[in-house]
């Protein structure tokens, strides 16, 4: 089936725009997570999606970083006023959520963002 | 309070020789443990699991890895490297239920022909 599909792959945009990026899990994954990625960096948590309820917010920068999820499927990840330490790459992961213990995460190929 | 330490940031072998990539766990609950592969400019491609059967689990592409809970060790191995398994590698623990993963920092492999 169907993997997790992150568009678009590459952006590149100016200083102080704003951009959007989004993850479509899944089918029937009710779990989903959004992770920053710098360059030579690990994986950094920004977000967890349960159903469209976000529990773990804890790893979002700064008030300018947002998500949201609706109908339990795709999320949408959006960055205000871009700054040039926003440029990464930002991975999208599903999983089949709680009650299904030890299943795995499943990642997209990311979106690659570039601040000018 | 639960964290991974992988041991190596950086290892390099030779095409034909073993790989040892080395992760730590800590956990206060029984865990589920993972092992991803990243090539480069692609997301993360799940490699094995352990989900509390077997202690030695194998994975995709020849790769292994054995839970030790003596040592809190989840190391993975594989007897013989090839050229496209340079990648980085991340162990990654959770705990049943709880959807919570928490990650290693990475380690690179390089494999030399």
């Known amino acids: 089936g169907a993997g997790v599909s992150q568009s678009p792959s590459n952006k590149v945009t100016e200083k102080g725009k704003d951009v959007e990026l989004r993850c479509d899990p899944i089918?029937?994954?009710?779990?989903l997570y959004w992770y920053r990625q710098s360059l030579g960096q690990g994986l950094e948590f920004l977000i967890y999606?349960?159903?469209?309820?976000?529990?773990?917010k804890s790893g979002l920068p700064s008030d300018r970083f947002s998500a949201e999820r609706t109908g339990g499927s795709v999320s949408t990840l959006t960055i205000q006023r871009t700054q040039q330490e926003d440029s990464a790459v930002y991975l999208c992961?599903?999983?089949?959520?709680?009650?299904?213990?030890?299943?795995?995460?499943?990642f997209g190929d990311g979106t690659r963002l570039s601040i000018l | 309070a639960q964290s991974v330490t992988q041991l190596d940031s950086h290892v390099s072998v030779s095409e034909g020789t073993p790989v040892l990539l080395r992760c730590n766990y800590s956990s206060s609950y029984s865990p589920s443990l993972f092992w991803y592969v990243q090539h480069p400019n692609k997301g993360l491609q799940l490699l094995l699991k352990y989900t509390s059967a077997a202690t030695l689990v194998k994975g995709i592409n020849g790769f292994e890895a054995e839970f030790k809970k003596s040592e809190t060790s989840f190391h993975l191995t594989k007897p013989s490297a090839h050229m496209s398994d340079a990648a980085e590698y991340f162990c990654?623990?959770?705990?049943?239920?709880?959807?919570?993963?928490?990650f290693g920092s990475g380690t690179k492999l390089n494999v030399k022909p």
């Open positions: 089918s029937g994954h009710t779990a």
């Open positions: 999606f349960q159903g469209n309820s976000a529990p773990d």
């Open positions: 990654v623990v959770t705990l049943d239920n709880f959807n919570k993963f928490y």
């Open positions: 992961a599903s999983s089949p959520g709680a009650g299904y213990s030890n299943q795995p995460q499943h």
